[in-house]
């Protein structure tokens, strides 16, 4: 159930990131709350990409789904 409304989140940012030549995939989410994804496209190499991260898909993620915990990379 969690994994459906992470992806439902993901969807929602996703646009703004292929705006920018990126996207990003969800690789997992685990039982502790903690999500990992891959940014892709000019994501992946991007030096912002840690902010983005962090600042853009995990403030999101968090603000929609209490029981996500962390973002990391994979």
Same mark, same amino acid.
């Given at each position: 159930m969690?994994? &459906?409304?992470? &992806?439902a989140?993901?969807?929602?940012?996703r646009?703004?990131l292929?705006?920018?030549?990126?996207?990003?995939e969800?690789?997992?989410?685990d039982?502790q709350g903690?999500?990992?994804?891959?940014?892709?496209g000019?994501?992946?190499g991007c030096?912002?990409?840690s902010?983005t991260l962090?600042?853009?898909i995990e403030?999101a993620?968090?603000e929609?789904?209490? &029981?996500v915990? &962390?973002v990391i990379?994979?």
């Amino acid at each position: 159930m969690m994994r &459906e409304k992470v &992806e439902a989140v993901l969807a929602n940012i996703r646009p703004a990131l292929q705006f920018d030549g990126g996207d990003v995939e969800l690789v997992d989410v685990d039982d502790q709350g903690v999500v990992k994804v891959r940014l892709m496209g000019a994501c992946g190499g991007c030096p912002m990409a840690s902010m983005t991260l962090k600042n853009g898909i995990e403030k999101a993620l968090k603000e929609s789904i209490p &029981e996500v915990k &962390e973002v990391i990379s994979a």
